[in-house]
Each structure stands twice: as C-alpha cells, then as structure tokens.
C-alpha cells in the first residue's frame, strides 16, 4: 500500500463550480482505494458525507468581485497549522490561490513540506474580461508568479495551458504536467436521457433542445451566447427550438419568452445528468477556462458540442474523430450557421454525440487521480 499523505488546500468545495467537482470527485476516489488523500477547506456550508474532508468555519468572508456565487474566506491560520501537523502530510497540493491556498502555501514553507499545485482557473483573463485593465492583468500576472514560484509541480488542466504558464506565470516548462482530465462518466452518459422532462419546464418533449451549462458572467462570454441565440432565432424558421441554460436566472421573463429560453437555475444531481442527456447539442463561448469541465459532461451525455476557439476546452476536440466546433467569438456567422447545421442535421448531431461519448469512456475520474497521485508520490520520492 502506499504510504504518501497528500493533504489538499482549496477555497472552494461545498460550492457548485467545476473546480469543486473536481476535487469532490478526488476525495470520493481516495476513500474508496484506500489513499491517504485529505482536503482542508474553510465555509460556512456544509458537505460532511466526505470524511477526508475537514471544512473550518471562517473567521472573515466577503463575495468575490464578479463571482457572487463564491465567497472569499479567511479561516484561523492556527487552525489550519494544527490540521496540518495532525496530518502530517509529506506534499502539500494547493488548488486555488485563495486566503486558505495562501495559508496553505506559508505552512507548506515553514514546514519544509514540498508543494503542488493545480492551475484551475486563467485569473489574469477572468479580472481582464470583467475590468479590462492592462495594468490589472500584469499586476495578476506578477502575484501568480509569487505565489507559484516554489511549487515543485503546477498541473494544468489541459495541454494548451502549458505553454501559457510558462510564459505568462514563468512555471519552469519541466515542473508544468498537464492533469488527465476525467470526470465520473456513471454519472453523465447517455442513459440518463429522458425527453419528458422537459415538460415539467414547459418545453415541448419534441423540441431541438441547445443547452448552456454554467455561470451566466461576462468571463464565461454569456452576453456573447444571448446575442448569438437572438439573432439565430430571429432568422429561423423553424420555432420549435430552446436555449436552455443551467447555472444561473435571467430577470427579463420578456426577452425569454420572446427568443425562447428557458433560465433553470442551479441543478445537480440525476437531474442534471437528465437535463445534459436529453438535450440536443451544447454551446459554450467562454474563453478563459483552462479545461472545461461542463463541456467534458456534455460530451460524455452524448452531446455534439460547440466551443470557443481560446482556452481549454477546444483541447477536447480534434478532426481525426469529429466531437464538434471549435469556433471563434470574432466570427459570430460561424456560430450561428454552425448551431443552423446542428439544429437541422438530426443525423449529425447524433454521429457527433456518439464519438463525444466514445471519447470520454476513457476520461475517467480513476485515471485522472491515478496521474495526480502518482506525481505526488514521485515529489515524495524525489525528497528522500
């Protein structure tokens, strides 16, 4: 059995994001094989069905500027020195550069334990796309580089990040490793599909269904996708089409009713996995996250997907096996002739959605702990 204690540092757990999922998803693996993997976290929510998880009540929160979903979070640094020293952990991973990422970064100094971390989220881009200040960016840019500076290993969440940390946060390339993505394909395949539910949300069962999965903010290009829907429903013909979208509402009842979209909210669970399986083909815009994790769960429910042409998730497409669009925000005719294509080509769409499927049979959520653990272990070894 291995013996390697890995204890993890996140700002975000108990939330409903991808990077919570994602290190959920991590702490579910480690329990069931056995792994001394633990997380430390600070919320005022709770998530006790993980018990290598150990969440302190902040002393101070305030939400974060443009993400009012999250709360920034400052614990008790004793507490979390103590958790700590009660662990004793041989690689400390930090996952986000937060209050709790920062303490756990000083400990991991004082202590002498040598640090990991994840490159979750491109925080320069996200500042720029709300505040778009150059200065901003390069001030973001210079805090990242300090805080990074001593890692023995940053993974990035897909390869196409690898040369942007390199030379936007000067991670030397041999400490950069790109993470396997995976995600817990039992939980979004297409066997969850099921054309009446859409009933309950007073959508026609036999309408074309195209679904966003995410926040609804200016870093996640959500005003590109209204515009883009508007302008594409304007023009057809054919009425019997929605925009779905998951994450968040719109106040303007009106401008739903008028174009056809329908504002869910926050969903998760079987009925998440319902929502993704039974639509008909996915849209995402955004241009600064470093994977994607939506998209891979769209992809393994069986959905043809269209992306953006910057960041992460174009990474998940390729020509040699067709699994969607990868298309530029600069080229909103491309977009709207593209969603036009995947609307009418029934036959495309399901073509599509079969190799998206096939292709995350292999993106499991096992072989990506397996490549997260094995590093840290090899950092372990590499101390001794």
């Known amino acids: 059995m291995d013996n390697t204690k890995v204890l993890l540092f996140t700002d975000t757990f108990c939330d409903i994001n991808g990077v919570s999922r994602f290190v959920q998803d991590l702490s579910l693996m480690a ?18 069905h993980y018990p290598n998880v150990k969440v302190f009540k902040p002393k101070y929160r305030m939400k974060i500027p443009f993400y009012k979903e999250l709360d ?34 000083k400990i991991a100094s004082e202590k002498g334990i040598p640090m990991a971390g994840t490159y979750h989220t491109d925080f320069s881009k996200f500042l720029y796309s709300n505040v778009s200040i150059n200065i901003l960016y390069r001030m973001t840019n210079k805090v990242m580089q300090y805080f990074y500076k001593d890692f023995s290993a940053l993974f990035v969440r897909s390869a196409f990040y690898k040369n942007i ?3 936007e946060i000067k991670v030397p ?18 066997s969850y599909k099921d054309r009446g539910i859409w009933k309950k949300y007073g959508i026609p069962s036999d309408a074309t269904i195209a679904l966003y999965v995410g926040r609804l903010t200016k870093e996640k290009n959500f005003q590109f ?46 009925e998440l996995s319902s929502i993704y399986a039974s ?5 995402f815009p955004s241009t600064t996250d470093t994977l994607g994790q939506v998209v891979m769960e769209a992809m393994s429910s069986g959905l043809p997907v269209i992306v953006s ?46 190799n998206g499927t096939k292709f995350m049979e292999s993106m499991t959520i096992e072989k990506s702990f397996h490549t997260f653990f094995d590093l840290h272990r090899d950092i372990t070894l590499a101390k001794q």
């Open 309 to 354: 042409d910057e960041g992460g998730p174009k990474s998940l497409l390729d020509e040699q096996s067709k699994r969607g669009y990868s298309i530029s925000t600069e080229d909103p005719k491309q977009w709207l002739d593209t969603i036009e294509e995947l609307h009418l080509d029934t036959q495309e769409r399901k073509h599509l959605g079969k």
């Open 225 to 270: 996708l209204l515009d883009i829907w508007k302008d594409y429903y304007s023009q057809t013909f054919l009425k019997n089409v929605y925009l779905v979208v998951v994450g968040g509402t719109l106040n303007d009842d009106k401008f739903c009713r008028q174009y056809h979209i329908k504002t869910l909210g926050v969903k998760k669970g079987e």
């Open 31 to 48: 329990e069931k094989e056995n792994i001394a993997f633990f997380v430390v976290t600070s919320s005022v929510k709770t998530c006790s």
């Open 165 to 167: 940390v390199e030379k």
């Open 72 to 105: 920034l979070v400052f614990p008790s640094y004793e507490a979390l020195y103590a958790y700590t020293e009660s662990i004793s952990p041989d690689v400390i991973h930090i996952s986000t550069p937060g209050f709790v990422g920062w303490m756990g970064r």
């Open 279 to 283: 639509s008909d083909f996915f849209l």
């Open 173 to 190: 390339f041999s400490k950069i490793h790109t993470l396997q993505a995976g995600i817990d394909t039992y939980k979004f395949n297409p």
